[in-house]
């Protein structure tokens, strides 16, 4: 019969196939050891928790509860077009680094806006077609413009305050 490791007493038959201790309070207060619990997985409603136990190691460590909307894990990898040196011209940074802020705001002042293919007067009119009710398809009729650009026109132009 097994004995306990701090006081001596003999243990119960079904507590010595675990423990090596008795249930005394001096006896547990010495010996018992927390779980460490790991949260591997988390949605909308609630998380999951697992004993970080040998077994739990080993499945975390052969990425058995990765997340799969994740493509990677750590810092961002370089796309294979930057990799492969595609596109890198003037003003293409290297491979992994990542342009400081005042950087990106100066690349952003230096972008053309895109260029419309509208007149101001054609968007004036648009605009004053739409308030007073036509369908794109028949403001398109009037201007000569293809439904999509009036549609553009409209979804695109300043709200005004009525």
Same mark, same amino acid.
């Given at each position: 019969?097994?004995?306990?490791?701090?006081?001596?007493?003999?243990?119960?038959?079904?507590?010595?196939?675990?423990?090596?201790?008795?249930?005394?309070?001096?006896?547990?207060?010495? /010996?018992?050891?927390?779980?460490?619990?790991?949260?591997?997985?988390? /949605?909308?409603?609630?998380?999951?928790?697992?004993?970080?136990?040998?077994?739990?190691?080993?499945?975390?460590?052969?990425?058995?509860?990765?997340?799969?909307?994740?493509?990677?894990?750590?810092?961002?990898?370089?796309?294979?077009?930057?990799?492969?040196?595609?596109?890198?011209?003037?003003?293409?940074?290297?491979?992994?680094?990542?342009?400081?802020?005042?950087?990106?705001?100066?690349?952003?002042?230096?972008?053309?806006?895109?260029?419309?293919?509208?007149?101001?007067?054609?968007?004036?009119?648009?605009?004053?077609?739409?308030?007073?009710?036509?369908?794109?398809?028949?403001?398109?009729?009037?201007?000569?413009?293809?439904?999509?650009?009036?549609?553009?026109?409209?979804?695109?132009?300043?709200?005004?305050?009525?």
């Amino acid at each position: 019969m097994k004995t306990c490791v701090t006081c001596g007493d003999d243990l119960h038959p079904e507590r010595a196939e675990k423990y090596d201790y008795c249930t005394g309070p001096e006896c547990q207060k010495q /010996n018992r050891t927390g779980l460490t619990m790991v949260s591997v997985g988390v /949605n909308k409603s609630a998380d999951q928790f697992l004993v970080l136990d040998e077994r739990a190691r080993e499945e975390l460590a052969g990425g058995r509860h990765h997340d799969t909307r994740r493509a990677s894990f750590g810092p961002r990898t370089p796309s294979p077009a930057r990799a492969a040196g595609a596109g890198a011209g003037a003003g293409a940074e290297p491979a992994g680094s990542s342009p400081a802020p005042a950087e990106l705001a100066r690349k952003r002042a230096r972008t053309p806006k895109p260029r419309r293919s509208w007149t101001g007067s054609q968007e004036r009119l648009a605009l004053l077609y739409n308030e007073q009710g036509l369908r794109p398809d028949e403001i398109a009729d009037r201007l000569g413009l293809s439904r999509y650009v009036v549609t553009r026109i409209i979804l695109t132009a300043p709200r005004r305050r009525r």
